[in-house]
């Protein structure tokens, strides 16, 4: 059975031309992301990098290679006006003409490089309503701005997942001829979950409706919520979110107490819009505990949130005990 490539599927789509070259040059750059995976301690790319990102985190020499891969790709086409960058403290310019800017987590889930586990690039795509040259602020969109998301799976197999703001696609990549084909064309999320994904190491400095609601879903059948419940947990959001777009549940990243004035350890240009993004264009939400993510006004390019995404029934419950 012959399947579409991602040109080919794109073109179906009728999505913009300049918008096709930025998702091609984004899947581009992952192919030659993954030889790197790939090839780990041979290629001499496991281990820490000796610096701290913008974020105060340790970076990982993959976490280096892959970002500064990726700018240079980006930076390569007329239609990216500027980008924005997890790994980066600044806003980087590109051409004045672009008609797009883009922002990018190059590596999530980087702690599990060293032990050969799943990470992913995930990506997100946002028009330029400013003048040239570009500033922080023309990137403060909220996320329902986006003209695209996405994120690409290093994993046994390859895969690339998208919305162009028209339902969710799954591409894997053809090892072969480097060539990513449709595999899933439209994802859905079940609107009930039998899964969750939390961090529970933490649970002990989670909000006290963040903690009632965890203890509810554990207590299985024998709680209020009359019904056993399994729990996933990978330490890659990118990996995380993959499991439920494929299978349904529930993954959070809620407040933490160690840090009371930092509102999350996710963040909402990099991760929380574009996986929300996703989310919602298969059917699930994705919430902090006051509203809709991807209604927020962002303040800051590195701005963190507490993130509730998944099947939208379970979310709902969820944001219910935060709000009763």
Avoid at 50 to 64: I, M, R, S, T
Avoid at 86 to 107: M, R
Avoid at 255 to 271: I, N, T
Wanted: charged share 20%; hydrophobic share 45%; with cysteine.
């Amino acid at each position: 059975m012959s399947r579409v490539a991602l040109p080919q599927y794109l073109e179906n789509a009728a999505v913009a031309a300049e918008l096709q070259s930025v998702i091609l040059g984004l899947a581009e750059v992952s192919v030659d992301i993954s030889k790197s995976l790939a090839k780990g301690a041979l290629a001499g790319v496991l281990g820490a990098a000796g610096a701290e990102n913008v974020q105060g985190e340790d970076q990982k020499k993959l976490d280096v290679i892959a970002n500064d891969m990726i700018k240079d790709a980006l930076a390569a086409l007329p239609a990216v006006r500027g980008l924005a960058s997890e790994e980066e403290a600044e806003v980087v310019p590109c051409h004045t003409a672009g008609s797009y800017l883009v922002t990018f987590d190059p590596l999530d889930g980087s702690s599990n490089i060293d032990i050969n586990s799943m990470v992913g690039t995930i990506f997100s795509v946002l028009p330029h309503r400013g003048e040239a040259p570009v500033t922080e602020q023309d990137f403060l969109q909220p996320g329902r701005h986006q003209q695209a998301a996405g994120y690409v799976l290093y994993g046994p197999s390859v895969m690339l997942v998208l919305s162009t703001g028209n339902g969710v696609a799954m591409f894997t990549l053809d090892q072969d001829n480097g060539t990513y084909l449709l595999t899933e064309s439209e994802v859905v999320i079940p609107a009930d979950a039998k899964e969750f994904s939390i961090n529970m190491s933490n649970q002990r400095h989670w909000a006290a409706p963040m903690q009632a609601y965890i203890a509810d879903l554990i207590s299985g059948k024998d709680g209020p919520r009359a019904k056993d419940f399994n729990m996933r947990w990978v330490a890659a959001m990118v990996a995380d979110v993959h499991r439920i777009l494929c299978r349904g549940g529930l993954f959070t990243y809620p407040w933490d107490s160690r840090k009371p004035d930092q509102a999350g350890k996710l963040r909402l240009m990099y991760e929380a819009n574009p996986m929300g993004f996703l989310v919602e264009q298969a059917g699930g939400e994705i919430w902090t505990p006051e509203g809709k993510i991807l209604d927020i006004q962002p303040e800051h390019i590195h701005q963190r949130v507490p993130v509730i995404l998944g099947a939208a029934n379970e979310v709902a419950l969820c944001v219910d005990y935060h709000q009763r």
